[in-house]
């Protein structure tokens, strides 16, 4: 649904710049939209998608064979996240008072984990005493070990001892979508 929604978008912002119905654009038409996308700094992905919605509509809608099915698209941009600064770090995760939230974003942070991946943990994959963590199943259905740093190994033995976990880490509320996801 929001694929088609902004299709149309792109479909009706082209019809726009030119004033004309689309089965008279002319594929020199289309260049010159898209053109224009990259001269006024929009985003490679926002210029690829808009590239899909024109070759979508013409090549499939109108089965116009004047259009290319190969279009050159931009690359996409290689920007590098916002990354908060160690001490950042360290306040956003003092600033949380539930021991268990802590601990799961302190074992996101520190190990490197998904979200899916720490809620997945069970009390065996925690290997205390050699730093270490068992991670099932991840992505790809690849196990894989990360580290276990010191300050999440002391926060988990606080949350054992409060908590006391017996197979999940974190208990799961089942509802039926937990149940669809298993």
Same mark, same amino acid.
């Given at each position: &649904?929001?694929?088609?929604?902004?299709?149309l978008?792109h479909?009706?912002?082209f019809m726009?710049?030119?004033?004309k119905?689309?089965?008279? &654009?002319t594929?020199?038409?289309?260049?010159g939209?898209?053109?224009?996308?990259l001269?006024?700094n929009?985003?490679?992905?926002?210029?690829?998608?808009?590239?899909?919605a024109?070759?979508f509509?013409?090549?499939e809608?109108?089965r116009?064979s004047?259009f290319?099915?190969?279009?050159?698209?931009?690359?996409?941009?290689?920007?590098?996240?916002s990354v908060?600064s160690?001490?950042?770090v360290?306040?956003l995760?003092?600033s949380?008072t539930?021991?268990?939230?802590?601990?799961?974003?302190t074992?996101?942070y520190?190990a490197?984990l998904?979200i899916?991946e720490a809620?997945?943990?069970k009390?065996?994959d925690v290997?205390?005493?050699?730093?270490t963590?068992?991670?099932?199943?991840?992505?790809?259905?690849k196990?894989?070990?990360t580290?276990?740093s010191?300050v999440?190994?002391?926060?988990?033995?606080?949350?054992?001892?409060?908590?006391?976990?017996?197979?999940?880490?974190?208990?799961?509320?089942?509802?039926?979508?937990?149940r669809? &996801?298993?």
């Amino acid at each position: &649904m929001n694929t088609r929604k902004a299709y149309l978008g792109h479909l009706e912002r082209f019809m726009d710049q030119y004033d004309k119905s689309l089965d008279t &654009m002319t594929t020199e038409d289309a260049r010159g939209y898209l053109l224009d996308l990259l001269q006024m700094n929009l985003s490679h992905s926002y210029v690829n998608q808009a590239i899909s919605a024109l070759r979508f509509w013409f090549r499939e809608v109108e089965r116009r064979s004047d259009f290319p099915k190969q279009w050159t698209r931009p690359k996409l941009e290689k920007k590098l996240p916002s990354v908060l600064s160690g001490n950042g770090v360290l306040h956003l995760l003092e600033s949380i008072t539930d021991i268990k939230h802590r601990l799961i974003l302190t074992l996101i942070y520190s190990a490197g984990l998904r979200i899916s991946e720490a809620a997945r943990l069970k009390v065996h994959d925690v290997d205390a005493g050699r730093h270490t963590i068992h991670i099932r199943q991840a992505k790809g259905r690849k196990d894989r070990y990360t580290m276990l740093s010191q300050v999440a190994n002391e926060l988990l033995r606080q949350y054992i001892r409060q908590e006391r976990p017996e197979n999940w880490l974190f208990r799961r509320i089942q509802s039926p979508l937990d149940r669809l &996801m298993d």
